[in-house]
Structure formats: C-alpha cells, structure tokens
C-alpha cells in the first residue's frame, strides 16, 4: 500500500481514539439506566433503574411532571446518544485496523 495512505489511515485512527475517548469522559459524567414513571395514589412519580451487583435497584427521583425528572430523561437520552457515537467509534477504528493490518502484508 502506498506510504501516504498508509498515513493517512493512521491519522485518521488517532483521531478516532481521541474522539472516543472524549465520548467516554461525557458518559462517564452521565446517569445509567433508565427512567420510569409509576402511579400512586393518583400521583406520577419519576424512577431512576440502574442495574447494581446483578440486580435492579429503583431509585426514587420526584413527580413526573418536576423538573428533576425532565432533566435526568433528557441526560439519559444524551448518554444514550453518546453511547451509540462511541459505537460507531469503534465500528470505525476496528475497520481502520484492519485496513492497517492489510496495509502492512
């Protein structure tokens, strides 16, 4: 393979190390799990289920209609938007590597 292409894919795979981790670090930052809302008492209250030790553990957040609940769905929804851009990441880079690898024979 040419030597320039060969740079090429090298710098574009540190790039994608540097913008996955940088992916990592804003999930790391942002709640797991998943929010649900149950009725009590004619009430709606906000959930937040993570899964612990093997376990589900429901942790109470507020009313539904509180401003608590909105903020953690609407960081919830953003961590799962990062989560399927690191995917995509890692699709990238191990397609990457195998064009390196291809690259080197």
Same mark, same amino acid.
């Given at each position: 393979m040419h030597p320039d292409l060969t740079e090429l894919l090298l710098k574009h795979r540190? =790039? +994608?190390e540097l913008q996955l981790a940088a992916y990592e670090?804003? /999930?790391?930052? +942002?709640? =797991?799990? @998943?929010? @649900?809302? $149950? *009725?009590k008492g004619g009430?709606? #209250?906000a #959930? +937040?289920?993570v899964h612990r030790d093997g376990?589900? =553990? *429901?942790? #109470? $957040?507020?009313r539904a209609d509180g401003d608590e609940a909105f903020t953690l769905?609407? *960081? /919830? *929804? $953003?961590r799962r938007q990062l989560e399927g851009l690191a995917r995509e990441c890692r699709v990238d880079l191990a397609k990457l590597e195998r064009m390196l690898r291809i690259a080197q024979k």
């Open positions: 540190s =790039a +994608l670090i804003e /999930i790391m930052k +942002l709640p =797991a799990g @998943s929010c @649900s809302v $149950v *009725r009430h709606e #209250y #959930y +937040l289920t376990k589900k =553990a *429901r942790n #109470y $957040v507020g769905s609407n *960081r /919830i *929804r $953003v």
